[in-house]
């Protein structure tokens, strides 16, 4: 017997868990499960005929298929050309994307052996023990399995069996100790130490779980041991509130600070507002990048979260979140959702400036996706929201958002992207928004600039953006183009240890002999501590020293004070980029101002 575990993911660092807990189940029940199921996971960006030839030659003998919104049409696609080759070939769904649309799935894809609904573990589990009794099981028996749905070819119509009950957590085994460590090389490794969630957010899914389950703690510290002993790069919490319960979050934060290993990032997606004065203190001790948080705040109109059935306290939030910001060793990844009920243009800029203005490390500007299943979808015509058919759904219009403002949005989303959430234009950007009435209108302004250059076509490389930022910034403000000149010099070389200069950048020759010199006669050991092994040419290789006439790294209000009241450049400063020892939140060169 062999049942094929097929996975296609966005991309090759991400990797597809609920795969392998489908088989860790399976094998805990019956050692012999483990040699009878096989994972293969994909990406969405390789061919399908390729994929389809795999899959070919592996000759199985049932095959189900891992479905989200990033993948329902390739992986129809792919069943379907799987089907045709071989016929006999039972295939399976199972997932989000189809747990909640089963019956429209099965229509589209008569051939189907079925649909394992919700969670899948046990379900999956019964399936495989009655394909090792029978090669082809009759309809009775798969409708003896809970938690599947079944096309009846008769009546064309979908038979649902009864639910599948909700495992206990700590019956999930820990499915990482039995992979080899190759399989997970280079990609980001999940982790749940919970499933479902309190909160009925009228756009997700865990809206519709009924309350929520947690592992042990003991079992949960066992388990994220065997991360920290590996040195992981990152774990990735799959809990929806990961604070929700303050007792399970506070002994898990605490367990991570009291046996860092200096190395491993850990991702939480937590509700901010609902931090406890102790978990505020835990996360202030961590140490930088050890830990980042995912905070959906998703709107800060009152009318909007009501018609969405969240009750967020936005004031707390502000609060935590700059609390948190101000400790500077937890990086902050803030949520906004554009397309919600209530929620036109003028008032989505109210939620980005406020949001903008608590300085996440990262502001997701997403677009509504009216998910199968959830409450908002079948509220939707109640409230005008037309989204695209096919996945992800994404909204189109609402009574509140005209189609035309969706992508004026879109263009602002990628302005947010590009400049703010890649962290490399920091204080070019800083002394730019002073000279607009918000955050949003500096964005619009910028997205119109980069549509009249037709930048959103020609797709820009990554280091002419700063070509652009300032050119966009000398039209706009002429007056200040030194300053802006110089700012834009200082977030170049705070990322780029580039020995080619950039045009804009201006001469190399300036100061040239004496920033030799600097290095020739071992200035730079003073700087540079942990740099002994390395001899002076190595170290200039290795750094970088510029010459700059106003202070780059001063506050962007005070700077341009400065600047327009002395035009003509005060004491010339030397600030030396340290790129081994990068800021972990920002990734920036370490910086330090030097005598030379």
């Known amino acids: 017997m062999k049942f094929l575990l097929i996975g296609l993911n966005a991309k090759y660092i991400h990797s597809n868990p609920a795969l392998y807990s489908l088989r860790a189940y399976a094998a805990a029940q019956d050692a012999r499960a483990a040699g009878e199921t096989e994972i293969v996971e994909y990406t969405i960006n390789q061919q399908l005929s390729d994929i389809l030839a795999d899959l070919y030659e592996k000759r199985p003998d049932a095959a189900a298929f891992s479905c989200y919104i990033w993948n329902r049409r390739q992986v129809l696609e792919l069943a379907g050309a799987l089907h045709s080759v071989m016929p006999r070939l039972p295939i399976w769904f199972g997932g989000p994307e189809v747990s909640y649309d089963a019956q429209a799935v099965l229509r589209e894809a008569p051939y189907a052996a079925g649909v394992l609904i919700g969670e899948g573990e046990e379900t999956f589990w019964e399936l495989l023990e009655l394909y090792r009794k029978e090669e082809t099981p009759d309809r009775?028996?798969?409708?003896?399995?809970p938690g599947l749905a079944l096309w009846d070819?008769?009546?064309?119509?979908?038979?649902?069996?009864?639910?599948?009950?909700?495992?206990?957590?700590?019956?999930?085994?820990?499915?990482?100790r039995d992979v080899p460590p190759a399989v997970f090389e280079n990609r980001i490794l999940y982790y749940e130490s919970s499933r479902g969630c309190p909160f009925h957010c009228a756009y997700c899914l865990s809206s519709l779980d009924e309350g929520t389950r947690q592992k042990s703690l003991d079992r949960v510290k066992e388990e994220l041991r065997f991360f920290l002993d590996g040195n992981v790069a990152q774990v990735k919490f799959l809990d929806r509130t990961f604070n929700c319960d303050p007792r399970h979050a506070v002994e898990i934060?605490?367990?991570?600070?009291?046996?860092?290993?200096?190395?491993?990032?850990?991702?939480?997606?937590?509700?901010?507002?609902?931090?406890?004065?102790?978990?505020?203190?835990?996360?202030?001790?961590?140490?930088?990048?050890?830990?980042?948080?995912?905070?959906?705040?998703?709107?800060?109109?009152?009318?909007?979260?009501?018609a969405v059935g969240r009750?967020?306290?936005?004031?707390?939030?502000?609060?935590?979140?700059?609390?948190?910001?101000?400790?500077?060793?937890?990086?902050?990844?803030?949520?906004?959702?554009?397309?919600?009920?209530?929620?036109?243009?003028?008032?989505?800029?109210?939620?980005?400036?406020?949001?903008?203005?608590?300085?996440?490390?990262?502001?997701?500007?997403?677009?509504?996706?009216?998910?199968?299943?959830?409450?908002?979808?079948?509220?939707?015509?109640?409230?005008?929201?037309?989204?695209?058919?096919?996945?992800?759904?994404?909204?189109?219009?609402?009574?509140?958002?005209?189609?035309?403002?969706?992508?004026?949005?879109?263009?602002?989303?990628?302005?947010?992207?590009?400049?703010?959430?890649?962290?490399?234009?920091?204080?070019?950007?800083?002394?730019l928004e002073a000279g607009f009435a918000s955050p949003f209108v500096f964005y619009e302004a910028l997205a119109d600039f980069y549509d009249r250059g037709g930048y959103f076509f020609s797709q820009p490389a990554r280091t002419y953006r700063y070509q652009i930022l300032l050119d966009f910034a000398m039209q706009r403000d002429p007056a200040r183009g030194d300053l802006y000149r110089e700012l834009a010099?200082?977030?170049?070389?705070?990322?780029?240890?580039?020995?080619?200069?950039?045009?804009?950048?201006?001469?190399?020759?300036?100061?040239?002999?004496?920033?030799?010199?600097?290095?020739?006669?071992?200035?730079?050991?003073?700087?540079?501590?942990?740099?002994?092994?390395?001899?002076?040419?190595?170290?200039?290789?290795?750094?970088?020293?510029?010459?700059?006439?106003?202070?780059?790294?001063?506050?962007?209000?005070?700077?341009?004070?400065?600047?327009?009241?002395?035009?003509?450049?005060?004491?010339?400063?030397?600030?030396?980029?340290?790129?081994?020892?990068?800021?972990?939140?920002?990734?920036?060169?370490?910086?330090?101002?030097?005598?030379?």
Request: charged share 30%; hydrophobic share 35%; with cysteine.
């Open 140 to 145: 009775e028996a798969l409708r003896r399995i």
């Open 153 to 176: 070819a008769r009546t064309e119509r979908t038979v649902f069996t009864p639910r599948q009950k909700p495992l206990e957590m700590d019956r999930l085994p820990f499915f990482y």
């Open 253 to 306: 934060w605490r367990y991570l600070l009291e046996n860092d290993n200096g190395v491993t990032n850990f991702h939480f997606e937590v509700e901010a507002d609902l931090l406890t004065e102790e978990e505020l203190n835990l996360l202030g001790q961590m140490r930088p990048g050890q830990v980042q948080l995912e905070i959906g705040v998703q709107s800060t109109n009152p009318a909007t979260l009501r």
């Open 311 to 431: 009750r967020a306290d936005i004031e707390r939030l502000t609060e935590a979140v700059k609390r948190l910001r101000a400790g500077g060793n937890v990086h902050l990844h803030l949520d906004l959702i554009a397309g919600l009920p209530y929620e036109g243009l003028e008032r989505f800029r109210e939620s980005f400036d406020a949001v903008y203005r608590m300085r996440p490390h990262q502001l997701q500007l997403g677009f509504l996706k009216l998910l199968k299943g959830t409450q908002l979808a079948q509220k939707a015509g109640e409230y005008g929201i037309v989204c695209w058919a096919e996945p992800p759904y994404e909204v189109l219009r609402t009574d509140w958002l005209s189609y035309g403002e969706i992508v004026r949005l879109k263009k602002v989303e990628t302005m947010v992207e590009q400049y703010y959430n890649s962290g490399q234009f920091v204080h070019l950007l800083g002394a």
């Open 489 to 596: 010099v200082y977030d170049f070389y705070l990322r780029e240890n580039a020995k080619s200069r950039p045009a804009f950048a201006g001469p190399s020759d300036r100061g040239r002999e004496r920033i030799g010199a600097f290095y020739r006669e071992g200035k730079c050991r003073r700087y540079l501590p942990g740099y002994e092994e390395w001899d002076s040419r190595q170290i200039q290789r290795m750094t970088h020293l510029e010459l700059f006439d106003w202070p780059p790294d001063a506050d962007p209000g005070t700077l341009l004070k400065q600047f327009d009241s002395d035009r003509a450049g005060g004491k010339e400063i030397a600030i030396l980029f340290d790129y081994q020892n990068r800021d972990p939140l920002s990734q920036n060169a370490g910086t330090m101002r030097v005598e030379l």
